[in-house]
């Protein structure tokens, strides 16, 4: 199969890549780039486990083909922490409990960062919308909300 | 100090009672005092959340060696079959294919007793029939669909009871049958219960097929250098895995080492070492690299697991003011292809005073994926039938369904004729009946006025989860006065890490932040058991507490050779350790320790016995709250009260974790979650996350904890019982009773679904 070359921003740094046409966004960025951070959990959007925010949506990285990414900018979760600090939903989800075993956590975070860049202030039914797509088998749901709620609440104040 | 013997320790994990030797500590400490403790059952943050929000945690499924090769899994697509040819040179040209396994070629090695690592004789959709290693994974994809495989189809069965008549096809020569009879428990005599009873109420009850699903796929990544073979592995037992994998390579133990440290959920499918491993280090060996195996969603619900299904026929007697004569149980349940436990008889036997009981179980092969341990296994089935009976039976003798329970209640195991260490399950009936609004209940049941009806239910729960020994941590004082744990437990996502880490800080009365723990790896940690069973923090935590206290026992004894007064003039306080009285001489941990030069040191601590003669179980109920749309047969869950007995409680955080994981999994199993098979194909239908329902945050209903107990000091020097698998028991039988108060129809079988809820209304 012959390469083709793609270039787009992930987490502020541009990447440059020659790779084969069929390559998924999620292999790109785990094998290629090494950003391990990103999970893969079922292969066909249904787990959530592989979500980045591209071009400010969350998408299943697991369904989008690397060519498709061309010219986007991507944030993954090794992108939310900020010169060492942690983004406020990385903090509150850590100290609300809503972290059991972590496998599901990055594609909760972008879900949950994508919603808070369009919409601030979510209600209770808008944070569940959002995160309904994301399976956690540990099931942190109740604290999960609640980490978003007080991430939204530092956020605006 | 550092008193030790060897003893006979039996205790019960998951399925059966292990028994074995272990040395344990004979180290006497004295009961902690709740309202004295700093950091042990305050709520405190993961000490490992950093790693999982920012991304840098490295699971099994995130290792990357150098020159690593992928690996991918032939699986048979019929039920049933055997191989009679395979070819493997077209995919073995394909470039980038670097080796392939088949029965011909790989070692024949034993696996599920009867049966072979690569078996010719395939028994259900999923077997294994080549393991192929590649460059990339899509390479060994490739390889897989050019590999040539003739297969004879042969007859099958897919269902237990279509399985244990006599004409069925067989996947053993001596039948489906496992072990050729049932497995029988009895004691009084019910026939003459039943004669006693006033009213006896009788009904089969049937449960399906769960698959476990844990977020992280099934992974390893192995590594040789030289005849040392290394494995990461997203597994619960990291020592089960090296004693398997040495065994059947022949290798010492001490030249295998498996690793994990952080793991996406396993629930019980992740106690064993996999095929798949092995498969993987065998090639791994051959092609001279590195090699890693992930398996995917499809094959995690076709081969690594499941909770099996149940049909239940109870019979039940009470009299008239509620004592309970008799409870008999017939039941089988499908072990899948390969022998595995399906009983689910643990309930009946143990939950309530009952003085004739008789259960028989069948356990049936059949072509389908094998069984394993899933979080509570047997006890969420058994507590789905044997909580509905009992509410039939409450209502046929007109006795409000708590009070027949209360009426039943036991202070002494039955099976094994000895007291509970403690049973606080009254309590934790009265603050959850009075939380949930028991009174309240439509009563009689069906009463709501529709189409949204409402209903409240109950169920008890039962739970071994006192753990016991062998298990070990050695702790490590490093001279700027910080502390490392190493144990050869593992966190699969519980809380672990933070858990051993606040008895660590706790006895040493220093900050969390000196605290590091390293779990799950046997090139360098004391063993302790697998992750399962609920066992972890009742087995683990008492070990890091003895390391502990023997830690503090030696810096009291350095201070007091560098102040020259005697260890009884000295006491300890928050990491410093001074003289009493006036002239206060005060050293802290880390002066002590920088005394002793650049010497680390080292304590070894271990879990002391259970005591004897005693039953060590953890109780607790669960009330749900429905509601059920007599329009569309949907339920929802609108609320759970949990009230537990678990002896102390190390962190509320975690706590809180495993019950609402425990109760929403549980609501999963009620209400969705099944695995389907065509009878007619003998292929399974859910094999991804679309056609297998997990729940999600829009399930999740309002969750009520409530504690009852403050710690068991008749267990252990740290008081605790598992709470893991206790979360999830009651929940689809709280559930169950609900839906019946709700509408006034019983539906028998596990899941709940709308349809089976709409034919009930119209029946
Ligand atoms: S891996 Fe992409 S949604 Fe599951
Ligand atoms: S934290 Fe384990 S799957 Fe969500």
């Known amino acids: ?157 | 100090m550092a008193d030790s013997k060897i003893i006979k320790s039996k205790y019960f994990f998951e399925e059966d009672f292990t028994e074995e030797l272990a040395e344990v500590s004979a180290n006497k400490y004295a009961d902690w005092n709740k309202k004295e403790l700093k950091v042990v059952g305050k709520p405190v943050s993961r000490v490992d959340g950093y790693d999982k929000v920012s991304g840098s945690a490295v699971f099994t499924f995130d290792v990357i060696l150098p020159n690593m090769a992928h690996a991918k899994t032939l699986r048979c697509p019929h039920p049933h079959a055997k191989i009679k040819r395979i070819n493997t040179k077209k995919a073995e040209k394909i470039p980038g294919v670097l080796g392939i396994l088949t029965y011909e070629n790989a070692p024949k090695i034993s696996w599920y007793g009867k049966s072979f690592l690569f078996d010719p004789h395939l028994r259900y959709e999923g077997d294994e029939v080549a393991f192929v290693a590649a460059e990339n994974e899509r390479i060994a994809e490739q390889a897989l669909k050019l590999i040539e495989v003739d297969y004879e189809i042969l007859p099958f069965v897919t269902d237990a009871a279509e399985a244990m008549k006599k004409d069925a096809p067989k996947l053993y020569d001596d039948g489906n049958i496992r072990g050729g009879k049932p497995s029988v428990y009895e004691r009084g005599d019910i026939d003459k219960g039943f004669e006693e009873a006033s009213a006896v109420a009788e009904q089969t009850y049937k449960t399906q097929v769960e698959i476990h699903n844990p977020t992280e796929p099934h992974c390893s990544v192995v590594n040789w250098d030289g005849d040392y073979l290394t494995i990461w592995d997203s597994t619960q037992g990291v020592f089960s895995v090296r004693d398997r994998v040495a065994d059947v390579l022949k290798l010492p133990a001490s030249r295998v080492r498996v690793i994990k440290k952080y793991m996406g959920g396993a629930f019980g499918a992740k106690l064993e070492a996999g095929k798949y491993t092995v498969m993987a280090a065998l090639l791994a060996r051959k092609i001279g690299r590195p090699v890693r195996i992930a398996l995917d969603r499809r094959e995690m619900n076709l081969s690594v697991g499941n909770r099996p299904d149940s049909v239940q026929k109870l019979k039940g007697g009470a009299t008239k003011d509620g004592r309970l004569t008799a409870l008999y149980q017939y039941s089988y349940g499908a072990a899948g292809a390969h022998p595995a436990g399906a009983g689910c008889s643990w309930a009946l036997r143990t939950m309530y005073l009952c003085p004739n009981v008789k259960t028989e179980e069948y356990t049936v092969y059949i072509n389908a994926g094998r069984a394993r341990p899933f979080r509570a296994p047997g006890h969420v089935q058994g507590f789905f039938a044997l909580e509905a009976l009992i509410d039939e039976l409450a209502e046929k003798i007109g006795m409000d369904p708590l009070e027949f329970r209360i009426k039943n209640h036991t202070d002494r195991d039955q099976v094994f004729d000895a007291p509970y260490t403690s049973k606080l399950l009254l309590d934790a009936y009265r603050v959850a009946a009075e939380a949930i609004g028991w009174k309240n209940r439509p009563q009689p049941a069906g009463s709501d006025a529709g189409p949204l009806k409402r209903g409240i239910g109950m169920s008890s729960q039962i739970w071994w989860g006192g753990g016991g020994p062998p298990a070990y941590a050695t702790l490590k004082l490093n001279r700027d006065g910080s502390v490392r744990i190493i144990a050869g437990s593992q966190d699969i996502g519980t809380g672990t890490y933070t858990i051993l880490a606040q008895v660590a800080s706790e006895v040493l009365e220093i900050p969390m932040e000196k605290v590091e723990v390293l779990l799950g790896d046997t090139a360098v940690a004391p063993y302790c058991g697998s992750s399962g069973g609920s066992t972890t923090a009742p087995s683990v935590s008492p070990a890091v507490r003895d390391a502990a206290e023997q830690m503090k026992a030696k810096l009291l004894s350095g201070a007091a050779a560098h102040l020259n007064v005697s260890e009884s003039q000295l006491v300890y306080r928050n990491g410093v350790i001074h003289t009493k009285g006036k002239n206060k001489k005060s050293m802290t941990i880390r002066e002590i320790a920088r005394k002793m030069g650049e010497r680390v040191l080292v304590t070894t601590g271990k879990r002391e016995a259970n005591p004897d003669g005693y039953a060590i179980n953890s109780f607790g109920v669960q009330f749900a709250e429905v509601e059920v749309d007599t329009e569309t047969g949907k339920v929802s869950v609108k609320k759970i009260v949990a009230a537990y007995d678990i002896g102390r409680v190390l962190n509320p955080k975690t706590l809180e974790n495993q019950i609402h994981g425990g109760i929403i999994q549980g609501l999963g199993f009620a209400l969705f979650e099944e695995r389907i098979i065509d009878r007619n194909t003998g292929k399974v239908l859910t094999t991804n996350l679309h056609d297998y329902k997990l729940p999600t945050v829009k399930d999740t209903p309002q969750i009520d904890i409530r504690i009852v107990s403050k710690g068991d000091s008749k267990i252990s020097n740290t008081g605790v019982k598992g709470v893991g698998e206790p979360a999830m028991i009651p929940t689809p039988a709280a559930i169950g009773n609900a839906v019946y108060n709700a509408i006034g129809k019983r539906i028998k079988s596990l899941p709940i679904t709308p349809d089976k809820v709409l034919t009930a209304l119209q029946s």
């Open chain 1, 1 to 157: 199969m012959k390469k083709i070359n793609i270039r787009f921003k992930v987490n502020g740094r541009q990447a440059d890549l020659n790779i084969a046409p069929n390559k998924r966004l999620l292999d790109v960025l785990r094998d290629d780039l090494g950003l391990t951070g990103t999970k893969e959990g079922c292969d066909i959007g249904e787990c959530g486990a592989c979500t980045v925010v591209l071009n400010g949506r969350a998408v299943h990285s697991c369904l989008i083909l690397a060519a498709q990414a061309n010219g986007a900018e991507i944030i993954t979760v090794e992108g939310l922490t900020q010169n060492g600090e942690l983004h406020p939903l990385q903090k509150n989800f850590l100290e609300h409990g809503a972290v059991q075993c972590g496998f599901c956590i990055p594609g909760m975070l972008l879900s949950s960062y994508a919603l808070l860049k369009e919409n601030p202030h979510p209600r209770e039914d808008d944070i569940k919308e959002a995160i309904a797509g994301n399976l956690c088998r540990c099931t942190g749901y109740k604290q999960i909300i609640q980490a978003v709620e007080a991430a939204a609440n530092e956020n605006n104040e």
